[in-house]
T-cell receptor, first 113, second 115 residues
Framework: DQQVKQNSPSLSVQEGRISILNCDYTNSMFDYFLWYKKYPAEGPTFLISISSIKDKNEDGRFTVFLNKSAKHLSLHIVPSQPGDSAVYFCAASAAPGTYKYIFGTGTRLKVLA | KAGVTQTPRYLIKTRGQQVTLSCSPISGHRSVSWYQQTPGQGLQFLFEYFSETQRNKGNFPGRFSGRQFSNSRSEMNVSTLELGDSALYLC??????????????FGEGSRLTVL
């Protein structure tokens, strides 16, 4: 049973436009969420996180929105750049106080120049 | 500051064999986690160690085991390999924070192929 779902396996966006990556979760007890980016042949790298007590967190071009009632979070990248082309994973903290995270299956973003 | 180092980067084994993967965390990081990445499954949590103690374990069979040493380095072992164990095994370290939530710093992974 996939508790964290990324229903779009891939997304293509023009350079300069907004990229919106979506993530849904089923467990209302999740209280901390993260986004990671992964290039081929590299390990995932952390992008941005959000606690369940917030509904928005910004870091430069990246903004994460959390809608707890809908159990949905999204990552907005504005403006999108070709270097943003990668696989993006959302993750939820499954056990408070630990680093046990449940990851989604990823969305491959392609930013077209 | 050196990142998370995993060895070996690539390895090929045959069914029934066993394998040991090694991970050196970022200096000063005391928590080490292991994840398995397979196509279509994303990253799946294997286990987490902190101060040589397993703090959490994922839903994997007992063939998967791990340990952490006093210098925070960690190893994971898979015995009686099956074809389905072919995957990228990722190690991640984290600094200990008061809440225990925060980012993971991943290594580049060890890609295991089971023939």
């Amino acid at each position: 049973d996939q508790q964290v779902k990324q229903n779009s396996p891939s997304l293509s966006v023009q350079e300069g436009r907004i990229s919106i990556l979506n993530c849904d979760y089923t467990n209302s007890m999740f209280d901390y969420f993260l986004w990671y980016k992964k290039y081929p042949a590299e390990g995932p790298t952390f992008l941005i996180s959000i606690s369940s007590i917030k509904d928005k967190n910004e870091d430069g071009r990246f903004t994460v929105f959390l809608n707890k009632s809908a159990k949905h979070l999204s990552l907005h990248i504005v403006p999108s750049q070709p270097g943003d082309s990668a696989v993006y994973f959302c993750a939820a903290s499954a056990a408070p106080g630990t680093y046990k995270y449940i990851f989604g299956t990823g969305t491959r973003l392609k930013v077209l120049a | 500051k050196a990142g998370v180092t995993q060895t070996p980067r690539y390895l090929i084994k045959t069914r029934g064999q066993q394998v040991t993967l090694s991970c050196s965390p970022i200096s000063g990081h005391r928590s080490v986690s292991w994840y398995q990445q397979t196509p279509g499954q994303g990253l799946q949590f294997l286990f987490e160690y902190f101060s040589e103690t397993q703090r959490n374990k994922g839903n994997f069979p007992g063939r998967f085991s791990g340990r952490q040493f006093s210098n925070s380095r960690s190893e994971m072992n898979v015995s009686t390999l099956e074809l389905g164990d072919s995957a990228l095994y990722l190690c991640a370290s984290s600094p200990r924070t008061s809440g225990g939530t925060g980012e993971l710093f991943f290594g580049e992974g060890s890609r295991l192929t089971v023939l």
